[in-house]
T-cell receptor, first 115, second 111 residues
Framework: NAGVMQNPRHLVRRRGQEARLRCSPMKGHSHVYWYRQLPEEGLKFMVYLQKENIIDESGMPKERFSAEFPKEGPSILRIQQVVRGDSAAYFC?????????????FGNGTRLTVT | GQQVMQIPQYQHVQEGEDFTTYCNSSTTLSNIQWYKQRPGGHPVFLIQLVKSGEVKKQKRLTFQFGEAKKNSSLHITATQTTDVGTYFCAASPSGTYKYIFGTGTRLKVLA
């Protein structure tokens, strides 16, 4: 009964490099959410995806950020040309269905540090 | 857009004291969820409230959903050091499936 798997746990990138964060949802879950958390702050919604579809990306920055959830494989959050302000914990969560009352199951997160 | 505010932002209590955090929304909610995040950890689902005026209990934790479905509270009786962490409420705006998290209340319990 593997939970939501995120990798890597820690990622260090220099300014201008690309960061790719991976998330495998729980078995049987077809909905994935990405959240960003700055130190000692709350969780900011970024994007909600179903298999092969972006449902809501209203929290994604307009530039440099993209997300996908292909038919096969994990969901990917991609940050191009990272800047120091991108340093944060990025959490992925999954849910089994697109009803409003489905709890979110979170992964352990990826801590991104931009130097 | 919808905002979900929590108060207080921080709370330090002596072990054995009670603790309450409040969650307020600018709009009527269809349901509300509560999560706990331990320091350095990830959010863990605690409970969901759906009905107006609903009250649910989990051992020392009591959750309430307001009559107008615009606010909620989490009360912990006789805190223990294991209660340390940040408590978040989360709500899904009507017509969407995304969850907006509250600002969180960070609880510290002094032994």
């Amino acid at each position: 009964n593997a939970g939501v798997m995120q990798n890597p746990r820690h990622l260090v990138r220099r300014r201008g490099q690309e960061a790719r964060l991976r998330c495998s949802p729980m078995k049987g879950h077809s909905h994935v959410y990405w959240y960003r958390q700055l130190p000692e702050e709350g969780l900011k919604f970024m994007v909600y995806l179903q298999k092969e579809n972006i449902i809501d990306e209203s929290g994604m920055p307009k530039e440099r950020f993209s997300a996908e959830f292909p038919k096969e494989g994990p969901s990917i959050l991609r940050i191009q040309q990272v800047v120091r302000g991108d340093s944060a914990a990025y959490f992925c969560a999954s849910s089994p269905q697109d009803r409003e009352n489905s709890p979110l199951h979170f992964g352990n997160g990826t801590r991104l540090t931009v130097t | 857009g919808q905002q979900v505010m929590q108060i207080p932002q921080y709370q330090h209590v002596q072990e054995g004291e009670d603790f309450t955090t409040y969650c307020n929304s600018s709009t009527t909610l269809s349901n509300i969820q509560w999560y706990k995040q331990r320091p350095g950890g990830h959010p863990v689902f605690l409970i969901q409230l759906v009905k107006s005026g609903e009250v649910k209990k989990q051992k020392r934790l009591t959750f309430q959903f307001g009559e107008a479905k615009k606010n909620s509270s989490l009360h912990i009786t006789a805190t223990q050091t294991t209660d340390v962490g940040t408590y978040f409420c989360a709500a899904s705006p009507s017509g969407t499936y995304k969850y907006i998290f509250g600002t969180g209340t960070r609880l510290k319990v002094l032994a």
